[in-house]
């Protein structure tokens, strides 16, 4: 089914090109308009769009627990190295008059990774060293509907309304951008899989449209990102932010609620709070720039998980804990030859569970949404058909800290061009056990655009 659409997709944008270059129109000269004749506002253009990255990566060092989940090298083992695409994004933004606009945008993101553990606890590893991801049946690279939303522009003065699937306020438009190395790595809660994109309905505005110093973002979604609704529970987002000193200093304060199950013998919900706040050098009165100049930054999080579980509780039993998993994030960003070579370094702690006490608790498990994966031991092997295997085994372990670290060089040799040799390292300790351990990936990240300049930052 996959390839059936995969193939329609590229006849149809093959039949719009063709279309595009036979029209004699006088309009038809605008539907594929550059990216300042989209953003002047005239009515009937457009941009294509889109960029790409990947890396070469070589893993010098793998966790011998396979743990992480979430991260992008997760049990792939040491000494393993490869060329990749982690993301390409193919958009298309259309000016259908100066107050409506309508947006989509195509996704082919990377395969999760060799090795990252599937329900049934053994599978055989497929040509690409993995078992699931945006792949087809035949383990080839697809593209999915990230985006697809209407924009109403200045619904009132300062604020447009959103309908769709769009970007969320956790992130996508504040502090990734001004993070401004999305290729090299999520933020701390994007690793940790709050959406970035949702279905449903938003506003984003400003408080003072001439200075546009103040503004909100706030959504109501499904909370499913591009999967169909499952719950009739709603997840709810709102961002705050203010910018100081001729746009330098930004603060930005986000919050989000989802209610995970509501009846009378379980009420299960969770809760985030995020702050977030950077200076950039070379900011004016217009906006921050973050691909020149400084930048530091720093983004930390509580993520409270609800777990009242009234009827064990009701019948003498314990109710069961609630846990605030909390991480924090700092890093700074800067020229070295100005708009040529410019270095990035982050550091990021990240605590699943605050209640960790071995002389009240015998065990942990259960808690929604923390973002540990209970730690798998990797056994790889070869089957009866000579086909590759891995075999998890669980060490019951959801406590363990993390510490996430990258630093390393991005150089342009032109406009939307980056190549950005970095190391990779994330380590893990577990508060229950005394076992430590890594992983540690070196690369050469890739990144190109074309359609939207991203070199100032906004990946």
Known sequence: MKNWITGSFVRITALIFISVLTMKSVNAQFVFSNDSAFRAGQENTGRLWGYAFGDFAYKGHADSLTRGNANQYTGIPAHRDEFAFRRIYLGYDYNISKKFTASILLAGEDNFPAGSPPANGTFVLNSNGGSTGDLTLNNKLTFYIKQMFLRWKGVWKGTDLLVGQFNTPAFPDMSEKIWAYRPIERTIIDIRRTGSFDLGVGLQGVFDPETKNFGYDVMIGNGTG??????????????????????????????????????????????????????????????????????????????????????????????????????????????????????????????????????????????????????????????????????????????????????????????????????????????IASNKDYDLVWRITFFFSFGKNYDNGGF
């Open 226 to 431: 591009d999967r169909p609704d499952n719950t009739q529970f709603k997840w709810f987002y709102g961002d705050l932010y203010a910018y100081f000193g001729h746009k330098h200093f930004v603060v930005d304060l986000y919050a989000d609620y989802q209610k995970l199950n509501w009846i009378p013998q379980w009420h299960h919900s969770r809760q985030m709070f995020k702050a977030f706040a950077a200076w950039n050098s070379s900011a004016t009165d217009k906006s921050m720039n973050p691909g020149t100049g400084y930048t530091i930054g720093v983004e930390g999080y509580v993520n409270n998980l609800f777990n009242d579980n009234f009827a064990p509780k009701i019948a003498g039993g314990a109710d069961t804990l609630s846990t605030a998993p909390n991480g924090i994030s700092f890093f700074v960003h800067g020229d070295i030859v100005k708009n040529k070579l410019r270095f990035f370094a982050r550091w990021d702690l990240y605590n699943p569970n605050n209640l960790v006490n071995t002389a009240v608790y015998k065990s942990y498990s259960g808690n929604t949404g923390n973002y540990n994966d209970n730690s798998f031991h990797t056994v790889y092997g070869v089957n009866a058909g000579g086909q590759n295997t891995v075999t998890y085994t669980s060490t019951g372990d959801q406590t363990y800290k993390q510490q996430f670290i990258t630093a390393g060089l991005d150089w342009k040799p032109v406009a939307r061009i980056h190549f950005m040799p970095n190391v990779w390292y994330n380590s893990y300790s577990s508060q």
